[in-house]
């Protein structure tokens, strides 16, 4: 899938639901809340 716009922009990240179904949203995720 292509990349959100907000991803693009580096907006705040919206809910994590739509984002965990993708890669690079796991990705950016972890950067955010490193766990």
Same mark, same amino acid.
Do not use: N, Y
């Given at each position: 899938m292509a990349i959100p716009?907000?991803?693009q922009m580096?907006?705040?990240l919206p809910?994590?639901?739509p984002? $965990?179904?993708s890669r690079?949203?796991?990705v950016l995720e $972890?950067?955010?809340r490193p766990r």
């Open positions: 716009r907000f991803i580096g907006m705040p809910p994590l639901k984002m $965990a179904q690079r949203g796991v $972890a950067q955010v």
